[in-house]
């Protein structure tokens, strides 16, 4: 079972894009994915954005995670 952070694009470049996840960046595939910008969120598997996803849900998400890591 995997759990889906969604991650923040800070930077593109071609089909890749630099992507945060509290804190961490990690370097991603876009191959998957179309009209991908900065501020958008995604949820990345094994290197590969496989989603783009809406910015209300993804803080919203985050802010969940970040509640139960505090528990």
């Known amino acids: 079972m995997c759990i889906a952070v969604p991650g923040?694009?800070?930077k593109t470049e071609g089909n890749r894009a630099d992507v945060e996840f509290g804190g961490v960046k990690r370097y991603v595939s876009l191959a998957l994915l179309?009209?991908?910008s900065v501020g958008d969120y995604l949820i990345v598997h094994a290197g590969f954005?496989?989603?783009k996803i809406d910015p209300f849900e993804a803080e919203e998400s985050i802010r969940l995670f970040q509640q139960i890591l505090k528990e």
């Open 34 to 36: 179309e009209n991908i």
């Open 8 to 10: 923040r694009v800070t």
């Open 49 to 51: 954005a496989i989603h």
